[in-house]
């Protein structure tokens, strides 16, 4: 039972990650590969935090996403000044630093990571339980999901997709492309912190691994499988993508090589979708990665 | 209806504005004034440095020398979207609508000033926001109704006809509410017809207050809309007058009407 719980955990933690990077990818046209990095700096604040100082499941998590803000804005200054597959190629550039920090830094425990986190606490309530920690990932989820639909039908979402289809002419109506993408990144890079937050929470022992451009590349899979700019899609998409690897282990694949099998799985995902199907599962948009 | 560009203080004033690509002299000292309420045309061939200018104009280029001045203050070094937000909007000439929002979107996305248009005030949400967008949207429906585009509002641009393509560029041009328009062959590639409606369209713009810097390929409609004319060759202005003077020049007749003797 607790494997389900689980499962539904990651489930509704790359839900989140998804629907946030797909406000970059989908509706803005920003196609980042730090999405990890953001996530693991919301996991390595939170086990820090956690094992020296507070396990205050509101504090942790407003730390996490300031730590987000504060890297994204470090990230943001140069990388959004560049265009299309600069910027791509800069997220990636800062997706790498931020893994190679975690794996040597002396602070982050390096290769072996932070292990022995305790458990979250909120008003003198303990979430020790798998289900507990389950709802709590899942509220984020809704949270984030909610949030999310509230802009892209707002008039900055609408700014959102303009700056997708034609900076130049959005800067000609007098609105500042910089802002829009600024405020994004950072919207984005808080839900994804808070990500790492319940992570580090539900599994209580991390390692540098789980944020490794491996990591970037798996969630914006997700976006691209679910759809470019729907954020159902995205639900959806967290949730097949999860359970595939689950399902495969059904399959008799030698436990030696069912990781590699599972990268391959969802690179032929990622090639199918962006050859045969662009705009995803249930996306509208069929050539935001043109 | 002419009015000489030193009756007034003008409302854009170009001084000895260059710029090169490189070792091509795209624009060379160019100077010349708009008026305000008056219909300015940019005339020359292909590569003289028109839309050249425009760049110049709305800080998508920056210039090499030279200044510009929009009512009486610098703006070149600014960017785009400050110039954009000083009074000035433009058209494109290749459009850069945006394809795969509605009709509405399009034009709804340049209202200036939106409350809703900041992260925070979309996710704070609440009555007044709701009210702002409620009248925002209805003023972009009321635009597109005078663009006869009513009945489209929900078609994504991209599948729009060529002309109601350019009636949701103007659409969008207009919801700025930028007191300078600067137009990029707006009759390009449309019916004599639509010609007709467009050069309606834009006198109506001036008669509202607008004041119009018009680059245009064909003559006859330069000569029929314009009160100032500015010949450019190979970046240089070599002419300007009322449009009767112009057409009388020579050199323009060489080099732009293609009159040779």
């Given at each position: 039972m607790d494997y389900v719980i689980y499962i539904g955990n990651l489930m509704a933690l790359y839900a989140t990650l998804a629907i946030s990077l797909n406000l970059l990818v989908g509706y803005t046209g920003l196609i980042s590969i730090a999405q990890a990095g953001m996530y693991g700096i919301g996991a390595y604040i939170t086990a820090l935090l956690a094992l020296n100082f507070t396990h205050d499941l509101l504090l942790t998590t407003l730390l996490s996403a300031a730590g987000g803000v504060a890297v994204s804005l470090v990230v943001a200054l140069p990388a959004l000044r560049l265009r299309n597959e600069y910027f791509l190629i800069a997220t990636m550039g800062f997706q790498s630093i931020i893994y190679s920090l975690f794996m040597n830094l002396e602070l982050t425990g390096g290769p072996n990571g932070l292990w022995g986190v305790p458990h979250p606490q909120l008003f003198g309530f303990t979430f020790n339980t798998s289900l507990e920690k389950f709802l709590l990932a899942v509220a984020l989820a809704v949270v984030c999901y909610v949030l999310a639909l509230r802009v892209t039908r707002s008039p900055f979402g609408r700014l959102l997709r303009a700056v997708r289809e034609d900076q130049t002419a959005v800067s000609s109506l007098g609105k500042s492309v910089y802002r829009i993408k600024f405020s994004i990144f950072i919207f984005s890079a808080i839900f994804a912190a808070a990500a790492g937050t319940l992570y580090t929470y539900s599994i209580t022992a991390i390692d540098p691994v789980a944020f490794a451009l491996d990591e970037s590349i798996f969630i914006i899979t997700i976006v691209i499988v679910g759809g470019t700019g729907s954020l159902n899609g995205s639900v959806l998409a967290a949730v097949l993508l999860i359970l595939l690897p689950e399902a495969m282990k059904f399959l008799p694949i030698p436990a030696l090589i069912a990781p590699q099998i599972r990268q391959i799985s969802y690179g032929l995902l990622l090639v199918f979708f962006t050859r045969f199907r662009r705009q995803g599962l249930i996306g509208e948009y069929q050539d935001v990665l043109k | 209806m002419s009015t000489s560009p030193s009756s007034n203080s003008p409302l854009l004033v170009l001084e000895d504005l260059s710029k090169s690509f490189g070792g091509l002299?795209?624009?060379?000292?160019l100077s010349f004034s708009v008026q305000a309420g008056s219909i300015t045309s940019l005339i020359g061939g292909n590569g003289a440095g028109k839309t050249t200018v425009f760049n110049l104009i709305t800080g998508n280029l920056g210039a090499d020398s030279g200044h510009i001045l929009f009512r009486g203050r610098r703006?070149?070094?600014?960017?785009p979207h400050k110039i954009a937000r000083a009074g000035i909007a433009r058209s494109f000439q290749d459009l850069r609508l945006f394809s795969r929002l509605s009709a509405l979107d399009n034009v709804a996305a340049a209202i200036p000033q939106q409350r809703g248009e900041s992260l925070l005030a979309s996710l704070l949400g609440g009555a007044r926001l709701k009210a702002a967008n409620r009248e925002n949207e209805a003023r972009a429906r009321g635009l597109l109704e005078q663009l006869t585009l009513a009945g489209h509002e929900e078609s994504l641009a991209e599948q729009l006809s060529y002309g109601q393509q350019k009636l949701l560029g103007l659409g969008r041009l207009l919801a700025t509410e930028g007191e300078l328009l600067l137009l990029d062959e707006p009759t390009a590639g449309l019916s004599p017809g639509m010609v007709e409606d467009f050069c309606g369209r834009i006198r109506r713009l001036v008669d509202a207050g607008k004041t119009i810097l018009l680059i245009e390929h064909n003559v006859e409609i330069v000569m029929r809309l314009s009160d100032w004319v500015v010949v450019m060759h190979q970046g240089e202005k070599i002419a300007e007058g009322v449009p009767e003077e112009v057409r009388h020049n020579v050199s323009v007749m060489h080099t732009y009407l293609g009159i040779s003797s």
């Open positions: - | 002299r795209a624009v060379h000292e703006i070149d070094g600014l960017p």
